[in-house]
């Protein structure tokens, strides 16, 4: 089966669209870290976090992570600006448990899991394993990267777990999970942490509570946290001029164009030649391959790209070209206008160039917007000039992006006059 270049970039090794499992240009990537030999058949330490899996859903694995080496945070906005080494060396030491649980399921395991979501820190807890750990180094598209898996006969917490009056009050109230995310939002935790607490199926009506697979609640959260502050972004008084941010990181660059006029939202993902999604796979099925052994791997020289689009109502389907890359970036976006009470229409060109050489999750989209949006912005009087100045800091000519676009073909009554 011969897979193109735009199916790779949209599936990113995490959908399985092509049938290839594991995917062909991530099998290379899968490591055995040595270190983790010397882990015997049990666990004491600190746990950052869980992580529920989605594969068998509505029966899924579920278990808290491990950390291998010192107290790592699972935060994901301490890891910008960190080295691609660094990054892995520090996911690589986390220890993911599982255990498999219905998503409606009530038991202790499920409850304990939910206590170290809702935590205020890292947690002590104890696991015996069913088996040695497996040593594969796990990356996403969605999620970060995960060190060794086990599967889990015994856990325990170690200690009693601190959890915050106001978060244990909200948890226990009859409460829609997107009222309750938001909530919580405005408490001031991050979506990461929201992400991972709405994944312990705390959240929401009691007869409506659920496990939410990981890959799926941290996509959900910057969607839900976004919609909220839209509704009164869409009634703040339009931007005045034509701002552009920018950023770039982890070979990513990112350029945001704010402009004036009512809500919307248009997102550019841009691969170039030469990255992971840069390649069409061949796993020897096709005529020309079957007398050899090995799968071929054929370079795309065109960059590959897509986009998505919202209007002032919003979408009413999910943005299944970019996935959570899209929603990501525009929970970033929508801060910066929910802080300036501010309404614009709002364009991101995301170029990926070849540095970026395998997934590291949405966090570094969403953190790389929101570093763009952090800084002093540039101020145009027309959009021409606001585009050329961004224009020379793509690498993709300005026109390809025009011309696939719904917001910058538009003409208003202004460009008339002037």
């Known amino acids: 089966m011969v897979a193109s270049a735009k199916l790779c970039v949209i599936c990113k090794g995490g959908r399985n669209l092509c049938g290839n499992n594991p995917c062909p240009l991530l099998t290379k990537f899968n490591m055995e870290n040595k270190v983790f030999k010397t882990i015997g058949n049990d666990f004491f330490g600190k746990s950052p976090s869980i992580f529920v899996g989605r594969f068998g859903y509505p029966n899924v694995s579920l278990g808290p992570m491990g950390s291998l080496q010192d107290d790592i945070n699972d935060n994901p906005s301490e890891l910008f600006g960190k080295s691609y080494q660094e990054i892995i060396n520090q996911r690589s030491l986390l220890l993911r448990s599982k255990h498999s649980e219905s998503v409606f399921s009530k038991s202790k395991f499920v409850e304990q899991n939910q206590e170290i979501a809702l935590s205020s820190r890292n947690v002590d807890i104890e696991l015996e394993f069913k088996n040695k750990p497996s040593y594969n180094i796990q990356f996403s598209d969605i999620h970060q990267p995960m060190g060794p898996s086990v599967s889990v006969k015994k856990f325990d917490l170690a200690e009693n777990v601190p959890i915050p009056r106001k978060v244990d009050s909200l948890v226990n109230d009859e409460v829609l999970s ?39 609640s941290i996509t ?74 090995s799968n071929e791997i054929r370079v795309i020289n065109k960059p590959q790209m897509l986009v998505e689009y919202e209007p002032l109502s919003g979408r009413t389907s999910y ?9 990501a970036a525009r929970i970033a976006v929508s801060e910066k206008l929910y802080q300036m009470k501010r309404q614009a229409k709002a364009v991101v060109f995301r170029e990926i ?15 790389n917007v929101r570093n763009a ?17 961004i224009r020379t800091r793509l690498k993709i000519d300005m026109k390809e992006y025009i011309r696939k676009s719904k917001i910058l073909r538009q003409r208003r009554l202004i460009d008339f006059l002037i």
């Open 220 to 293: 959900a959260t910057d969607d839900t946290v976004a919609k909220k502050m839209l509704k009164s972004i869409r009634e703040y008084t339009e931007l005045s001029d034509f701002m552009v941010f920018s950023s770039f990181y982890m070979d990513n660059r990112f350029e945001i164009l704010l402009m004036p006029g009512s809500w919307e939202y248009e997102n550019f993902e841009t691969w170039a030649p030469g990255t992971p999604w840069g390649f069409a796979i061949d796993n020897g099925l096709n005529s020309q391959a079957q007398n050899s052994n």
């Open 353 to 367: 160039y070849e540095g970026y050489i395998i997934p590291l999750g949405v966090w570094q989209v969403r953190e």
């Open 373 to 389: 949006m952090k800084s002093v912005p540039k101020r145009f009087s027309t959009m021409k000039e606001a585009l050329d100045d």
């Open 319 to 327: 943005a299944d070209q970019e996935g959570g890359g899209y929603y």
């Open 178 to 216: 997107a009222d309750a995310s938001f909530t919580l939002y405005k408490f001031g935790y991050d979506v990461s942490k929201i992400s991972t607490i709405l994944s312990s199926g705390i959240l929401g009506q009691e007869k409506k509570k659920k496990l939410v697979p990981t890959r799926w």
